[in-house]
């Protein structure tokens, strides 16, 4: 079946870069995206990427795509601790046209 | 322009009884999604509402409906709660149907339930 793994939490300080680490199942996946969630608040979309594409670069994030193994990576530099929220990755399902989401990546910004 | 407002944004149930929950997209946008979010399930897809047609729908019971008026106002009902319905629901709004790189859903602050 359809299925987004993510490691739970990641600790990092101030300025620092961050990588938060994704993997998945559908191979049919057009688009893949990532999604942030502060606290009391909904989802906001940070940034997607094609399935065709290695790489994505927007402001200080980087998505990389590795198609061959099914794995994503949103890697946020300069830190800062406005960016402490859970990140989402998500698949859209080549079968069915939904959102597959993650459990989500708890990041917290240390000062 | 406003964004997706939900209401209420807090719920407290009982075991038993029945809810309805309300999202309000943004203006101009016809599809409508509902997300269930748990600690232990994660994000959910429920279902997802386009010009008052149910396009798509997740694996949940039946006690889990939904519906789109012709404002594109949507409603979810959740029949005989059960503890396990406590959840932050958010819903989803985009111009048109599905998800897209053109066709961003731009999300609710969820409603909080919990059963009681």
């Known amino acids: 079946g359809e299925d987004v793994e993510q490691s739970l939490f990641l600790s990092v300080r101030e300025g620092d870069s961050s990588v938060i680490n994704c993997t998945y199942t559908?191979?049919?996946?057009?688009?893949l995206y990532w999604y942030k969630q502060e606290p009391g608040a909904g989802l906001q979309l940070l940034t997607y990427?094609?399935?065709?594409?290695d790489m994505k670069q927007d402001q200080r994030l980087t998505v990389l795509l590795n198609k061959k193994d099914k794995h994503l990576s949103l890697r946020i530099a300069d830190t800062q601790t406005g960016d402490s929220a859970i990140y989402f990755c998500?698949?859209?399902?080549?079968?069915?046209?939904?959102?597959?989401f993650g459990q989500g990546t708890t990041l917290q910004v240390k000062p | 322009k406003a964004g997706v407002t939900q209401t209420p944004r807090y719920l407290i149930k009982t075991r038993g009884q029945q809810v309805t929950l309300s999202c309000s997209p943004i203006?101009?946008?016809?599809?409508v999604s509902w997300y269930q979010q748990t600690p232990g399930q994660g994000l959910q897809f429920l279902f997802e509402?386009?010009?008052?047609?149910?396009?798509n729908k997740g694996n949940f019971p039946g006690r889990f409906s939904g519906r789109q008026f012709s404002n594109s106002r949507s409603e979810m009902n959740v029949s005989t709660l059960e503890l396990g319905d406590s959840a932050l629901y958010l819903c989803?709004?985009?111009?048109?149907?599905?998800?897209?790189?053109?066709?961003?859903?731009?999300f609710g602050p969820g409603t909080r339930l919990t059963v009681l």
């Open positions: 509402y386009f010009s008052e047609t149910q396009r």
């Open positions: 559908d191979s049919s996946s057009t688009y």
């Open positions: 990427i094609f399935s065709n594409m």
């Open positions: 998500a698949e859209v399902s080549g079968n069915t046209g939904k959102l597959i």
């Open positions: 989803a709004s985009s111009i048109l149907a599905g998800v897209t790189s053109n066709n961003e859903q731009f």
């Open positions: 203006s101009g946008h016809r599809s």
